[in-house]
């Protein structure tokens, strides 16, 4: 098959790879948009390439590892916390249905920064893909011993941060209608019973959007400080949506015409909420549908 008739096909993989290592809609598509073309141009030279996937594969993930390094530095320079931008069940992208296992959900994907470019590549191309680690060798220029060892690692280290005791789906949904049901109650006791007593919650408004500035921790400031912004929005016409944002519950806000303002990620372990990861920025928003503007909500009551 030529690459033009492999296109559609093959754009959810090169997708899938490119936004597990880096988080970003914008950035994966932009990766996969540059594969193509480096993909075009080598089989104009060469001719038919004869296994597709693992081509694509290879050069999606090369051009991931360099755009990962360049986006190192703006990363340490972004304003407040950093969060991946969003994937909702509902979006209408093909390419954006990438199966939306652990491996995608919001805190995953914040697990995985603490990997370096090639560690997360490697571990991306074994735990996901389940490649060999005689093919992930020559795609990120190590040998098949060394792949191994920086799999181990970088496993090892994921492990340490991911949930003990995953509940089911129908326990994840169920948890988060108790805690949209809480907050649209004003029942603080009722949100505190449903959260970890170190839960943590982190905002991302990179600048561009009101959010807090540091990751705000354990059930009884989370709790008050939701209920405090529930009843400053409840006048200002906001509402929450539930939703499943990267294969987990969700929700999301709306201003009262409609516009998206944030994501709200929940993290489940042992039957309680443990993290709460609210996207804000609304240029990690857009591929949603219409964004509105938090700055602007306060002067419009």
Wanted: charged share 25%.
């Amino acid at each position: 098959m030529d690459l033009a008739s492999a296109h559609d096909g093959l754009r959810p993989l090169m997708f899938s790879i490119a936004y597990r290592m880096l988080g970003s809609v914008a950035e994966a598509e932009d990766v996969v948009q540059e594969a193509f073309l480096r993909m075009h141009r080598s089989t104009q030279e060469t001719g038919e390439v004869d296994n597709l996937d693992a081509y694509a594969t290879t050069v999606t993930t090369r051009i991931a590892i360099d755009t990962l390094r360049s986006a190192r530095h703006r990363r340490e320079q972004y304003v407040g916390p950093w969060l991946p931008e969003p994937i909702l069940v509902s979006d209408e992208d093909p390419a954006h249905r990438l199966e939306l296992d652990e491996t995608v959900s919001t805190a995953f994907l914040v697990l995985l920064e603490s990997l370096t470019p090639v560690e997360r590549a490697v571990f991306v191309l074994r735990e996901v893909l389940g490649y060999d680690y005689d093919d992930i060798a020559p795609i990120v220029d190590k040998s098949a011993t060394n792949c191994r060892q920086i799999f181990t690692r970088a496993r090892k280290r994921i492990a340490d941060g991911t949930p003990r005791f995953d509940p089911s789906r129908e326990r994840r949904d169920q948890l988060a209608s108790q805690f949209v049901a809480a907050l649209s109650a004003n029942d603080i006791s009722g949100l505190e019973r449903l959260l970890a007593d170190d839960v943590v919650f982190v905002a991302d408004g990179g600048g561009r959007a009101p959010a807090i500035q540091k990751p705000m921790l354990g059930a009884v400031a989370v709790a008050r400080f939701l209920l405090g912004l529930m009843r400053q929005g409840g006048r200002l016409g906001v509402r929450l949506e539930l939703s499943d944002a990267n294969g987990q519950p969700a929700m999301l806000t709306r201003g009262a015409d409609g516009a998206l303002l944030g994501v709200i990620a929940l993290d489940v372990d042992g039957g309680r909420i443990v993290r709460m990861h609210n996207v804000l920025n609304p240029d990690k928003l857009g591929h949603l549908g219409e964004v509105g503007d938090l700055f602007a909500l306060p002067a419009e009551r």
